[in-house]
Nanobody, 124 residues
Framework: QVQLVESGGGSVQAGGSLRLSCAAT????????MGWFRQAPGKEREFVST????????AYSESVKGRFTISRNNAKNTVYLHMNSLKPEDTAVYYC?????????????????WGQGTEITVSS
């Protein structure tokens, strides 16, 4: 059974940092792109960041560019999201996702496995 398990969420003050991890079990993800999405209360799920299977191609949403960094360790079947300079508007449930393809993508329809989500609250 394929599972993506996020960890590292929590509460932080504005300007702080957090690192999210997403560990995949049940399959090897070293030939698949992975991504992070988030959903704030009352809003639709939105793209945050994506990384290709070989870490060559990376993309960020405009709202997090320059503050968040995505990375992966294929040997550990894990993807990370380093978040700096957090803002109250970053408050959301963050989901990692595994793509059907090896290229990075911001399209949710390209992802066929999703984690259960980890909550981040940024206070001002």
């Amino acid at each position: 059974q394929v599972q993506l398990v996020e960890s590292g969420g929590g509460s932080v003050q504005a300007g702080g940092s957090l690192r999210l991890s997403c560990a995949a079990t049940g399959l090897t993800v070293n030939t698949n792109a992975m991504g992070w999405f988030r959903q704030a209360p009352g809003k639709e799920r939105e793209f945050v960041s994506t990384i290709s299977w070989d870490s060559v191609n990376i993309a960020y949403s405009e709202s997090v560019k320059g503050r968040f960094t995505i990375s992966r360790n294929n040997a550990k079947n894990t993807v990370y999201l380093h978040m700096n300079s957090l803002k109250p508007e970053d408050t959301a449930v963050y989901y990692c996702a595994l793509s059907r393809y090896f290229e990075a993508s911001d399209k949710p329809s390209n992802y066929h496995y999703w984690g259960q989500g980890t909550e981040i609250t940024v206070s001002s």
